[in-house]
């Protein structure tokens, strides 16, 4: 069966921390792995990774994923109060044009002043 | 201004009746997206749908149902056979099997 997982499932720091936010997946036919940001409504896109070793930065948030190990990390450094969110990691599987998300359950991330 | 509308945002319905939930977008994606999520659940996919007049089971499909007559309209329906319909329902669209893009939500209430 498939499954996406993700740790911790729930995460207090303050303000200037680093962290890092863990998603392991077995999936077959792994296509890419997505993270997302969900505060009080709709997840936003993040980072879509493919290729292992390569890792995506935007701002003071990064990713990287391992495809040998199955996992992916999420790093925010010094994080700031507005970071507090549900982090989504979702994995793209199917063939061709077919293709579907399976998301992990999220990290809730609480930045404190 | 390009985007996924969902309608409404609260929704409050009585036990044994249908309610359907407008899900529309205008980014001329083929492929829409339906998914439950509730609270340490994580999004779990009850229907999609890759092109017009097609779509398919997802791991939660049981009390749904969807139709898919206009690329830019995937509305769901939460039949009274759906056992615990309370939860937030997101609608996604997406050019490819990628990144999708989400609406804003309706938070389904039956009491």
């Known amino acids: 069966e498939d499954k996406v997982v993700q740790s911790p499932l729930s995460l207090v720091v303050h303000e200037g921390d680093t962290v890092t936010l863990n998603c392991s997946y077995e999936?077959?036919?792994?296509?890419?792995l997505l993270w997302y940001k969900q505060e009080k409504k709709a997840p936003t896109f993040l980072f879509m990774l493919?290729?292992?070793?390569i890792e995506k930065k935007s701002g003071r948030l990064s990713s990287i994923l391992d495809k040998k190990e199955l996992f992916s990390i999420l790093n925010i450094t010094a994080t700031q109060t507005g970071d507090s969110a549900i982090y989504l990691c979702a994995v793209v599987k199917g063939r061709g044009s077919q293709g579907n998300l399976i998301f992990g359950k999220g990290t809730k991330l609480s930045v404190k002043p | 201004d390009g985007g996924i509308t969902q309608s409404p945002k609260y929704l409050f319905r009585k036990e044994g009746q249908n309610v359907t939930l407008s899900c529309e977008q205008n980014?001329?994606?083929?492929?829409m997206y339906w998914y439950r999520q509730d609270p340490g659940q994580g999004l779990r996919l009850i229907y999609y749908?890759?092109?017009?007049?097609?779509?398919q089971k997802g791991d939660i499909a049981e009390g749904y149902s969807v139709s898919r007559e206009k690329k830019e309209s995937f509305p769901l329906t939460v039949t009274s056979a759906q056992k615990n319909p309370t939860a937030f329902y997101l609608c996604a669209s997406s050019p490819a099997p990628y990144e999708q893009y989400f609406g804003p939500g309706t938070r389904l209430t039956v009491t």
């Open positions: 749908s890759q092109i017009v007049n097609d779509f």
């Open positions: 980014l001329n994606h083929d492929a």
């Open positions: 493919t290729s292992s070793g």
């Open positions: 999936v077959t036919n792994f296509r890419s």
